[in-house]
């Protein structure tokens, strides 16, 4: 779509100018159609990311949407951001991650003293490793975090619910096997 003549222009924006950049100054410069969605695009380039909440140190980390999945390491703790492991999390750790990350949270709702939690433990392992970096999975103690237990309404155990922004998308009651557990976490977002 004319993007030789794009860079053509674009190089002579001046010494420094980077490949993404030059569109982006284009649109103001020239203002012509090419440079429009050259500009789109460039935007697209620099500024697509999302908010990772390490599950280790709970450090809100930026990253392009291109490198979820390239093993980044968080900023802050250098841990890796996507172990393929779900993390148990308490009540500080839990709220950041839900207010903070982009990447929908598919949590279990657990508890020791339950069976088919037990059962079901190995399966949610084996979904994380299916899941991530497109879901960040999470196990909440409801036996030690009985405040969050309250404020989803947990009635019975094992309860999944997915969560994306903040916000409750669904919930499901029951054990289930690891391709259950993935299977239905990608309907509820279809
Ligand atoms: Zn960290």
């Given at each position: 779509?004319?993007?030789?003549?794009?860079?053509?222009?674009?190089?002579?924006?001046?010494?420094?100018?980077?490949?993404?950049?030059?569109?982006?100054?284009?649109?103001?410069?020239?203002?012509?159609?090419?440079?429009?969605?050259?500009?789109?695009?460039?935007?697209?380039?620099?500024?697509?990311?999302?908010?990772v909440v390490c599950a280790h140190c709970?450090g809100?980390n930026?990253v392009?949407?291109?490198r979820l999945g390239a093993g980044g390491k968080c900023g802050r703790c250098k841990a890796v951001l996507f172990d393929g492991h779900p993390a148990?999390?308490?009540?500080?750790?839990?709220?950041?991650?839900?207010?903070?990350?982009?990447v929908?949270?598919?949590?279990?709702?657990?508890?020791?003293?339950?069976?088919?939690?037990?059962?079901?433990?190995?399966?949610?392992?084996?979904?994380a490793r299916?899941?991530e970096p497109?879901?960040r999975l999470?196990?909440?103690?409801?036996?030690?975090?009985?405040?969050?237990?309250?404020?989803?309404?947990?009635?019975?155990?094992?309860?999944?619910?997915?969560?994306?922004?903040?916000?409750?998308?669904?919930?499901?009651?029951?054990?289930?096997?690891?391709?259950?557990?993935?299977?239905?976490?990608?309907?509820?977002?279809?």
């Open positions: 779509m004319g993007c030789s003549r794009v860079m053509a222009i674009a190089r002579r924006c001046g010494p420094g100018a980077t490949i993404a950049r030059p569109a982006l100054h284009l649109i103001y410069s020239h203002g012509a159609h090419i440079c429009v969605l050259a500009a789109v695009q460039a935007e697209k380039i620099v500024s697509e990311s999302r908010h709970g809100v930026r392009p949407v291109e148990e999390v308490g009540s500080n750790e839990f709220q950041i991650q839900l207010t903070r990350s982009d929908p949270l598919l949590v279990d709702f657990w508890a020791p003293w339950c069976g088919p939690c037990r059962m079901m433990a190995p399966a949610f392992e084996k979904a299916q899941l497109g879901y999470l196990k909440v103690n409801t036996e030690e975090q009985q405040a969050i237990a309250a404020q989803f309404n947990i009635r019975s155990i094992p309860t999944m619910i997915l969560f994306a922004r903040g916000r409750e998308v669904s919930r499901m009651s029951g054990a289930l096997d690891a391709a259950g557990i993935v299977a239905w976490a990608r309907q509820q977002r279809a």
